[in-house]
């Protein structure tokens, strides 16, 4: 199947820090991405839709100026935490939809600490 | 009430027997519906998709009933290796759209 990456793996941060999350699609196009969030023994829970070129569509409760998407690239998405605090410490997980193979692609996930 | 639901376990059953989980969705316009399987801090693998004239994938089953939404897998002849969390997924269809996720059933195959 196809590959999806994210980086940093792990991340732990002040604060009050900004932290950006990169999620690419290594051998294929993706026009749409989506970003999930995973609190421990909880279910994923969609956060936002990232459209190449377009503004990205966010979920009920999800602060946009809190979490930054840009989706400059058909290979590259970014989500950037703003002025991170204890409470956004979490798993970040992106997917790729694969035109191709009609299915979404998960990247391996980023885990944030907030101190 | 949730749109997607499940039994959260854990479910702890010794290698070789037969475990089933179940699954129930809200929103009757459901069009997709999947099984996927989470490994502890990893990422979601999907297992198999789930058609409403059920399939089987090794030993692995699965079932729709659409009238009833629920949703079922079947593991025969658990292996050690099956331990994980399992997530029911669903999505209302249409090119990329996006996935709803259950909270998953942990299953824990023991010696």
């Known amino acids: 199947g196809a590959v999806v990456s994210q980086h940093p793996s792990r991340v732990i941060c002040k604060s009050g820090t900004s932290v950006k999350i990169e999620c690419r699609s290594l051998?294929?196009?993706?026009?749409?991405m989506f970003w999930y969030r995973q609190f421990p023994k909880k279910s994923l829970m969609l956060m936002a839709t990232s459209n190449e070129g377009s503004k990205a569509t966010y979920e009920q409760g999800v602060e946009k100026d809190k979490f930054l998407i840009n989706h400059a690239s058909l290979t590259l998405s970014t989500l950037t935490v703003t002025s991170a605090h204890p409470e956004d410490s979490s798993f970040y997980i992106c997917?790729?939809?694969?035109?191709?193979?009609?299915?979404?692609?998960f990247g391996p996930g980023t885990r944030l600490t907030v101190l | 009430r949730k749109e997607v639901e499940q039994d959260p376990g854990p479910f702890n059953v010794p290698e070789g027997a037969t475990v089933a989980f179940n699954c129930t969705y809200s929103n009757s316009a459901s069009q997709s519906f999947f099984w996927y399987r989470q490994d502890c801090r990893k990422e979601p693998k999907l297992l198999m998709s789930v058609y409403s004239s059920g399939n089987e994938d090794g030993r692995f089953t699965a079932q729709l009933n659409r009238a009833s939404q629920y949703i079922s897998l079947l593991i025969r002849d658990s292996k050690l290796s099956d331990s994980a969390t399992y997530l029911c997924v669903v999505n209302l269809g249409g090119t990329a759209s996006k996935l709803t996720f259950g909270t998953g059933t942990r299953l824990q195959v023991t010696l």
């Open positions: 997917s790729a939809w694969a035109d191709v193979d009609n299915e979404q692609f």
């Open positions: 051998d294929f196009q993706a026009t749409t």
